[in-house]
């Protein structure tokens, strides 16, 4: 198998696993036990998956990926506000080519301030919400985290008109651990001045 396939095969590997992680998620009436599963099946994909952002010789891959202890004060259902239709966004997506993506609601956070709502319309489309808090260049990656991205799987729940949110499950992007990814990052619309310390940090 030539080196292109066995990259593709890895790929589709990798979201796979990152789906079945989510599902677990999902399927776990307790949000702190369901995130503590969530860590270590995260620190097992990034250890020892071919498609791991981190570096051979990185440290993360036999200590974890650091994150601050749950909080349950953290989740909650938030109202997928209507906005103002806008032009869709574009931006560099590095080996994926240039990305698109429109925004489609607002939520508020009981911490303070809001954040965009945003739709992919790469990878079969899906919710994106990334997120830059007052930790960002201290005591997590300066440019955000994500929140949800669901073409990716990473979908916590919801109805019609609103969108479960736990910000204890905000997780770094892969351009965090390599420059070899070029990731979207959080828009001024989706910073917050509060300090969200859940969720992944350096």
Request: hydrophobic share 35%; proline share 4%.
């Given at each position: 198998m030539d080196?292109?396939?066995?990259?593709?095969?890895?790929?589709?590997?990798?979201?796979?696993?990152?789906?079945?992680?989510?599902a677990a998620v999902r399927a776990d009436p307790d949000p702190a036990s369901a995130h503590a599963g969530?860590?270590?099946a995260r620190d097992e994909l990034f250890a020892h998956h071919w498609q791991s952002p981190l570096l051979p010789d990185d440290p993360l891959r036999t200590d974890g990926l650091p994150c601050w202890p749950y909080?349950?004060?953290?989740r909650f259902e938030a109202d997928l506000?209507?906005?103002d239709v806008a032009e869709p966004r574009l931006f560099d997506g590095g080996d994926d080519g240039e990305l698109q993506m429109r925004?489609?609601?607002?939520?508020?956070?009981?911490?303070?301030?809001?954040?965009?709502?945003?739709?992919?319309?790469?990878?079969?489309?899906?919710?994106?919400?990334?997120?830059?808090?007052?930790?960002?260049?201290?005591?997590?990656?300066?440019?955000?985290?994500y929140l949800?991205?669901?073409?990716?799987?990473?979908?916590?729940?919801?109805?019609?008109?609103?969108?479960?949110?736990?910000?204890?499950?905000?997780y770094h992007p892969s351009c965090r651990y390599?420059?070899?990814?070029t990731c979207p990052l959080a828009p001024a619309d989706n910073t917050i001045s509060a300090r969200v310390e859940a969720g992944e940090r350096l």
């Open positions: 080196r292109m396939a066995s990259s593709s095969l890895s790929l589709v590997d990798w979201r796979r696993r990152v789906h079945e992680i989510y969530w860590r270590a909080d349950p004060a953290l506000h209507d906005v925004l489609v609601g607002r939520v508020e956070l009981p911490i303070g301030g809001t954040l965009d709502v945003w739709w992919l319309h790469q990878y079969g489309g899906g919710i994106f919400v990334p997120l830059r808090d007052g930790t960002s260049g201290d005591g997590s990656y300066g440019g955000g985290r949800l991205d669901t073409a990716k799987g990473s979908w916590l729940g919801g109805t019609d008109g609103t969108i479960t949110l736990d910000l204890n499950f905000a390599n420059p070899r990814w």
